[in-house]
């Protein structure tokens, strides 16, 4: 059973940092893409950075480009998202995932709350 175990919000000032990690256990995480969404209240979730398996690539919305970095770990088999810079349109729950076409990806975790706010 896919278990993916978010942490790391909390409450920033704008221009602020802070690092979100996700634990990913019941499926072999070194050979998945993954990915960082976030989504508040009433909106659907976006998908904010990727990673591909082997960290050869990433990706992200034009939106946290040169802010946000999104790593891997797979020996530890979590994934990381630092977000530098931030900005109050940045509040949201934050979830990992691997492609969400994917059924053992249907579920979403718990989440992290980040709320950025002077």
């Known amino acids: 059973q896919v278990q993916l175990v978010e942490s790391g919000g909390g409450l920033a000032q704008p221009g602020g940092s802070l690092r979100l990690s996700c634990v990913a256990s019941?499926?072999?995480?070194?050979?998945?893409?993954m990915r960082w969404y976030r989504q508040t209240p009433g909106q659907e979730h976006e998908l904010v950075a990727s990673?591909?398996?082997?960290?050869?690539?990433?990706n992200y919305i034009d939106s946290v480009k040169g802010r946000f970095t999104i790593s891997r770990d797979n020996d530890k088999n979590t994934l990381y998202l630092q977000m530098n810079d931030l900005k109050v349109e940045d509040t949201a729950v934050y979830y990992c995932?691997?492609?969400?076409?994917?059924?053992?990806?249907?579920?979403w975790g718990q989440g992290t709350q980040v709320t950025v706010s002077a």
């Open positions: 019941g499926f072999t995480f070194s050979t998945h893409d």
């Open positions: 995932s691997g492609p969400r076409y994917l059924p053992i990806f249907a579920s």
């Open positions: 990673i591909t398996s082997t960290s050869s690539r990433t």
